[in-house]
């Protein structure tokens, strides 16, 4: 089977059963030729989302397009390996079409891909900020306000920020999110 052959197309699948229809799959794959000379890989496309809770953030991983799953496969003139998919448990039907499955082009699965990407490259960057830099608040009750940072807390995404108001040195904590650099 040549690489160039595989496109991406999507399943429309019952909504909360992507991971059933992706782990099916994943199995089937094992088992059936026809599915493991054809179908490359399946996929689920996930985002992480953070999220306060008891003064700790957290990361949790959700669906970002809730009811499809993507698969890489050669449908090509083999009519039975897109019946196969779209007979499948949990699977609604194909984006397209049983007769005419429409391609998904890489390019928007590298856009995809590329966001849940740079989500992880967000929660491992940890010299984002350095003490004694000047940083502006762009968020909340002191938005407007530059202050130079006092601490760095990587793992809670916050920082200590020394900002004068009113004449006087005061330090605020503030997450990453609510400052840039100046």
Same mark, same amino acid.
Do not use: C, W
């Given at each position: 089977m040549a690489e160039s052959k595989n496109n991406w197309y999507v399943l429309k699948v019952v909504s909360g059963k992507e991971a059933k229809v992706?782990?099916?799959?994943?199995?089937?794959?094992?088992?059936?030729?026809?599915?493991?000379?054809? #179908?490359?890989?399946?996929? *689920?496309? $996930?985002?992480?989302? =953070?999220?306060?809770? %008891?003064?700790?953030? #957290?990361?949790?991983?959700? *669906?970002? $397009?809730?009811?499809? =799953?993507?698969?890489? %496969?050669?449908?090509?003139?083999?009519?039975?390996?897109?019946?196969?998919?779209?007979?499948?448990?949990?699977?609604l039907g194909i984006l397209g079409g049983l007769d005419h499955p429409s391609p998904v082009s890489q390019s928007e699965i590298n856009r995809m891909l590329g966001t849940a990407e740079n989500a992880e490259f967000e929660d491992s960057d940890e010299s984002l900020f350095t003490v004694d830099e000047t940083v502006k608040v762009v968020d909340g009750p002191f938005s407007g306000f530059s202050g130079v940072i006092?601490?760095?807390?990587?793992?809670?995404?916050?920082?200590?920020?020394?900002?004068?108001?009113?004449?006087?040195?005061?330090?605020?904590?503030?997450?990453?999110?609510?400052?840039?650099?100046?």
């Open positions: 992706k782990e099916y799959l994943d199995s089937e794959m094992k088992h059936n030729t026809l599915l493991s000379d054809h #179908v490359a890989q399946v996929m *689920i496309p $996930m985002e992480k989302h =953070a999220s306060i809770r %008891a003064g700790k953030r #957290v990361v949790k991983e959700k *669906i970002s $397009m809730p009811g499809y =799953a993507f698969v890489q %496969a050669d449908l090509g003139t083999n009519d039975e390996v897109a019946s196969a998919l779209r007979f499948m448990p949990n699977v006092d601490e760095v807390n990587a793992g809670q995404h916050k920082l200590k920020v020394m900002v004068k108001i009113f004449g006087r040195k005061t330090p605020l904590e503030l997450g990453f999110n609510q400052v840039e650099k100046e």
